[in-house]
């Protein structure tokens, strides 16, 4: 057989967005190096810069705890707390601020019930599931012919439907609280000019890695449901 006959065409979707996601992750690589080599000129620390976006806000009853790794920052609705790493908690670098403010603003969505946020939540056991379930149902449905293929097919990209979604409504709340937090850096004078600047490279940069899982899932999907008609 001649290896076109082998050669599934639809994988030439997945190849951009393979580029993109690659792209986006040694962007914001880079930018959170860069600036986690500069000190920020008022000192502030991660964790501090973190209470002052939290008391700024009028938040109460929020931890902040170190975790170990890298780039392992986030805010865990479930305890109410900010755990930040072990390159942001401590340290008084530019870079610290911005992820240590993202993090706080996550925190804020959450207390004032930010919609988009409550959404996320919500979908948050159905994008596990999906993704747990969506591959191994298609495989199963490929494996068999009639209506019965069928089911297991739909249903698997049901499932992996319900993951794009999640994706796609992580999109507003990421962005949204990068917002917050350059907002309070700036009000709350925790950097100057040339320092919030930095700042926003890095949350600008960590943003775009969330548009490339968004774009990679979306591709994904419009995949399976190509493979799903040439089946048919």
């Known amino acids: 057989m001649p290896f076109f006959y082998y050669f599934d065409p639809t994988y030439i ?3 951009p ?8 992750q040694v962007k914001c690589s880079s930018a959170f190096n860069k600036y986690s080599q500069i000190r920020n000129s008022r000192g502030f620390t991660g964790a501090q810069a ?15 705890v170190p975790v170990s790794g ?12 900010i755990r930040l790493s072990e390159e942001v908690y401590n340290k008084t670098t530019i870079a610290a601020v911005g992820v240590a403010c993202h993090e ?7 207390a004032q019930g930010y919609l988009p946020n409550k959404i996320r939540g919500v979908l948050v056991p159905a994008s596990r599931i999906g993704s747990m379930l969506a591959f191994p149902l298609i495989l199963i449905g490929f494996l068999f012919s009639g209506s019965t293929g069928d089911l ?8 992996y439907t319900l993951a794009v979604f999640f994706t796609v409504v992580t999109l507003p709340v990421e962005f949204n609280a990068s917002s917050r937090a ?11 000019d040339s320092e919030y600047n930095g700042a926003k490279a890095v949350l600008q940069a960590a943003a775009m890695t969330y548009v490339a899982a ?11 449901i190509l493979l799903s008609n040439r089946r048919r």
């Open 13 to 15: 979707l997945i190849l």
């Open 70 to 81: 890298r780039l392992t920052d986030h805010f865990d609705p479930r305890s109410n707390t």
């Open 50 to 64: 973190a209470e002052r976006v939290l008391s700024m806000c009028g938040v109460t009853g929020v931890s902040i």
């Open 17 to 24: 967005a393979i580029i993109i996601s690659i792209i986006a």
């Open 152 to 159: 297991f097919v739909n249903m698997g990209i049901i499932f």
């Open 104 to 110: 706080a603003g996550h925190a804020v969505q959450h």
């Open 182 to 192: 350059l907002k309070i850096i700036k009000q709350g004078y925790l950097l100057d």
């Open 214 to 224: 968004t774009i990679t899932s979306l591709l994904q999907l419009l995949r399976l």
